[in-house]
């Protein structure tokens, strides 16, 4: 029954942490999974989940019940606070279910367009480049997928002409996927007066944003800096669809809990899409995890954890900026051929090094260094102990590897 099934193509991200597990030299770096590590690269479990659990598992009703087809209350409506502000115009035309993480969100989000968007034939764009998930996502909700120009492969900085004019270019009413904040894989966000540009050509042309939101608070160490995008095109009027993940910036990689944020044009649509949209959560995964869940709701709601939350924040970011810093410094004063200003003018966990796939399966050959084969690094695995090693590396496989 099985003997027509193709071979799945590897996984980029998996098969490089694959490789790594398996390397025991005393020198690997691995700069290539999407996680915050502390200065000696280890996990970091931010205070406030572990207050967070305390408080849960002394609670004595405390359960293991399944949670409603929505999700945890606690968790979605502060959510939805932190992700359009708590005096935001979309309040009551907005929807907001719990997924499993930021990937749960743009699953069920894409299955839902590919049964009611509008026009039936609208296409998916996705930036060039994005998350390698994204076209995976789409394609496998049965939609087509296609691309808009974002970095300029030259400079390391936003194509902005080349992203506009190619939304002008689009047909009517396309679905368009937006990096909230943070980019992934470079590191590259538009100003707020490049996101006004956007949402102008994108009003003009009909189009459905979609955000992904995966680093709110991660970026620039402040949630609502974060959400500009977002809110903006909220004041302007758009329905819209965002995902949203607690994975970075709470620290909840294997908890998957997530959000998925239905804005809609009037409030009179709400009852039609939340229903639509707990039908596939229900037909999916039944109901949203709950362990994640009752650890973020209960940072959310605690004007004492949520603030300290947010200092844990400004803490991984500030730590992580210093890094782009030092990784700079270091190959400006190695004399290393190129251009490094990119590396902090980039924003977030990821840096788009411009390192050729030559030059990035030399690092891991020869120097133990594990990064996507596009040269993107996860800026958050350097540290104090690492950073020189990375750049005198780097240093001599630009001089040594030819592109």
Not at 219 to 242: H, N, P
Not at 320 to 328: C, N, Q, S
């Amino acid at each position: 029954y099985f003997s027509a099934v193709p071979q799945a193509p590897a996984d980029g991200i998996l098969k490089l942490s694959v490789l790594s597990r398996a390397d025991s030299h005393p020198a690997k770096v691995d700069l290539g999974v999407g996680a915050y590590r502390d200065n000696d690269g280890n996990p970091w479990v931010l205070p406030v989940v572990r207050e967070a659990e305390r408080r849960l598992h002394s609670d004595p009703n405390f359960n293991h019940e399944y949670l409603g087809v929505g999700g945890l209350p606690a968790l979605t409506s502060g959510a939805q606070k932190l992700i359009f502000g708590k005096d935001s115009p979309a309040q009551g035309r907005v929807y907001s279910m719990q997924t499993i993480s930021g990937t749960g969100a743009n699953m069920v989000a894409a299955v839902f367009l590919k049964q009611f968007k509008e026009p039936s034939d609208a296409c998916v764009y996705i930036s060039k480049p994005t998350w390698g998930n994204h076209r995976s996502i789409f394609e496998t909700a049965g939609h087509k997928v296609l691309e808009y120009r974002y970095c300029n492969y030259e400079t390391l900085k936003l194509d902005i002409d080349g992203m506009l004019d190619d939304m002008r270019a689009a047909p009517m009413g396309q679905i368009f996927v937006l990096h909230a904040c943070a980019h992934n894989p470079t590191g590259i966000d538009p100003t707020e007066e490049q996101w006004r540009e956007i949402a102008k050509v994108m009003k003009e042309r009909g189009h459905l944003p979609f955000f992904d939101c995966a680093y709110q608070g991660f970026a620039t160490g402040d949630v609502d800096s974060d959400a500009y995008a977002i809110r903006l095109f909220v004041a302007e009027g758009f329905e819209l669809l965002v995902a949203q993940s607690f994975a970075k910036n709470m620290g909840l990689y294997g908890e998957r809990t997530g959000c998925l944020h239905a804005v809609c044009q009037s409030p009179s649509l709400l009852p039609q899409v939340s229903s639509q949209l707990n039908r596939l959560s229900r037909a999916t995964i039944s109901t949203a995890s709950a362990y994640g869940a009752k650890i973020a709701g209960t940072v959310l709601e605690d004007p004492e954890l949520y603030g300290e939350w947010l200092m844990s924040m400004h803490d991984m970011s500030k730590r992580i900026l210093a890094m782009r810093w030092l990784l700079k410094n270091k190959l400006v004063k190695l004399g290393t051929p190129g251009n490094w200003d990119h590396v902090t003018e980039q924003i977030g966990m990821f840096s788009f090094t411009g390192l050729t796939k030559k030059q990035v399966e030399a690092l891991r050959t020869e120097y133990h260094m594990y990064m996507t084969d596009d040269g993107r690094i996860s800026v958050a695995g350097l540290n104090t102990h690492n950073v020189d090693y990375v750049a005198e590396s780097i240093d001599a496989v630009i001089r040594t590897v030819n592109v």
